[in-house]
């Protein structure tokens, strides 16, 4: 009966300390690499690679998604606000959602799953092919030349994915709003302009950086330490974009907290 009564306890516990143990160690695998930028040398030519492959070839998912977003969410206000005869208020709808929620959390969420399953897959391969030692055996210091230049490339791109993100989604449902919905152009984007905030802009772009941040660390950490030949790789790229989707979402709710809480 005791036995019965401890093992659900026994199995909390454990789960409860993996789960801090796995916290401390992104924790202390982050702040060595953030150390690292601080630190000559600085590999240049890895970061100017690392953020072309962020920013120019996440761009087309990127933009694809803004433009039908806005366009989806420029119909919708129009159903729902077409009841209370408030149509009025669908530009300024649009544009907020776009550039304090949607532009960030939809973009990382994108980039989370093609960027961080690369970073996960090209170090996790380097890893179980002993490529990560023979950079050690080098005197090449791993967390500087493959961690710290990712980082950096994708806590820079993100924000200005998310920009053209912004603009591309407000275009869409300015798209929808003069060729479907029968607004005058330049009433919707008087409208646009009028209700769109400098704070807005620059709290969608904090958001972004900080999930650049996260999709880069955990892609690169779950890389890092995968372990046990091509299922690991695969393993490490399935919890790389799973853990960057779910600390997107949670600290999309911290920040937004932290910026429009009353």
Not at 26 to 41: G, I, K, N, Q, T
Not at 46 to 73: D, K
């Amino acid at each position: 009966m005791a036995a019965i009564l401890l093992d659900p306890l026994a199995a909390i516990g454990r789960a409860t300390l993996g789960a801090c143990r796995t916290v401390g160690d992104v924790a202390l695998f982050a702040l060595e690499a953030v150390s690292h930028l601080v630190r000559p040398p600085f590999y240049g030519r890895l970061f100017w690679h690392a953020f072309i492959e962020v920013a120019w070839f996440s761009l087309p998912v990127v933009a694809l998604t803004a433009v039908f977003t806005g366009m989806v969410l420029a119909l919708q206000s129009y159903t729902g606000f077409a009841r209370f005869n408030a149509q009025s208020a669908i530009a300024s709808v649009v544009v907020i959602s776009l550039v304090r929620e949607l532009g960030p959390v939809l973009a990382a969420l994108m980039v989370a799953g093609r960027i961080g399953a690369s970073f996960a897959a090209e170090i996790g391969t380097m890893r179980v092919t002993d490529q990560i030692d023979a950079l050690t055996t080098l005197s090449t210091n791993p967390m500087k030349y493959l961690v710290a230049p990712r980082l950096l490339a994708a806590t820079i791109a993100l924000p200005l994915l998310v920009l053209v993100a912004d603009v591309l989604g407000v275009m869409g449902g300015w798209l929808i709003g003069t060729l479907k919905l029968g607004f005058v152009s330049a009433a919707y984007l008087k409208s646009t302009f009028d209700f769109l905030q400098t704070g807005d802009v620059i709290s969608g772009l904090v958001k972004a950086a900080v999930f650049g941040f996260i999709i880069a660390l955990m892609g690169t950490w779950c890389g890092y330490r995968s372990k046990g030949g091509a299922q690991g790789v695969g393993g490490a790229t399935t919890s790389a974009v799973v853990a960057s989707s779910i600390l997107i979402l949670a600290l999309d709710y911290v920040l937004t907290e932290i910026f429009f809480a009353q």
